[in-house]
């Protein structure tokens, strides 16, 4: 009954490391979204994954990188971190007809 | 780009009012979408409106939805101290084959006890 869970909830990067955030989702989607969230800027959408095996480039994707290991897990990668990524990242799921379920988010900031 | 706007960016209120919220979007739309989302914590869904309803309710909520202005209300009656948190509007352009949502900026709302 976990719904989306992602980790680290935390983390500082150092400028040009990389780092990995995990999602997953135990309620049988098909999509899945990375969005960041800035001050007020609202939510922006990052990448997508409209099924397993298939991954593509939403509003703001320069500088990430996903992968969509199986139904249920979509990660999403910064190779080399720039403060511009510090923000806050949320996973979400579809319910077909009804809305995103949402995790509950990963804070990240780069120095 | 953001599809949809909020008005007003902030909103304060005492306990028991209605807090009414309103958001404008530019394109056309499957459906519109309202989510609260507390201090710190993830985007929970409220309620889904489909472009060819006008309005829908649940529990104390109620959501309208006016397609030829391209705008919708959330109302919240007899506000809570509970009900404190940011409201976003989200859309689903129509034509979208991903159910990809765009956000509004949002609303914060207090409720006063």
């Known amino acids: 009954n976990a719904g989306v869970t992602q980790t680290p909830k935390f983390q500082v990067l150092k400028t040009g490391q990389s780092m990995t955030l995990q999602c997953a989702q135990d309620m049988n989607h098909n999509s899945m979204y990375w969005y960041r969230q800035d001050p007020g800027m609202g939510l922006r959408l990052i990448y997508y994954?409209?099924?397993?095996?298939?991954?593509d480039k939403g509003e703001v994707p320069n500088g990430y990188n996903v992968s969509r290991l199986n139904k249920r897990e979509f990660s999403l990668r910064l190779e080399s971190a720039a403060p511009s990524q510090t923000s806050v990242y949320f996973c979400?799921?579809?319910?077909?007809?009804?809305?995103?379920?949402f995790g509950s988010g990963t804070r990240l900031t780069v120095v | 780009s953001q599809q949809g706007e909020e008005d007003p960016q902030a909103l304060s209120i005492q306990e028991g009012e209605n807090a009414t919220m309103n958001c404008s979007y530019k394109t056309s739309i499957n459906n519109l979408q309202w989510y609260r989302q507390n201090s710190g914590r993830g985007l929970v869904h409220l309620i889904l409106?489909?472009?060819?309803?006008r309005e829908k309710h649940s529990g104390r909520l109620r959501v309208t939805l006016d397609t030829s202005k391209k705008s919708s209300s959330l109302l919240i009656t007899a506000s809570r101290a509970a009900d404190t948190a940011s409201y976003f509007c989200?859309?689903?352009?129509?034509?979208?084959?991903?159910?990809?949502?765009?956000f509004g900026t949002g609303t914060l709302l207090a409720v006063q006890p």
């Open positions: 979400a799921s579809l319910i077909r007809n009804y809305g995103y379920t």
């Open positions: 994954s409209a099924s397993e095996g298939t991954t």
């Open positions: 409106i489909r472009s060819n309803e």
């Open positions: 989200a859309t689903a352009p129509y034509g979208g084959a991903t159910n990809k949502l765009i």
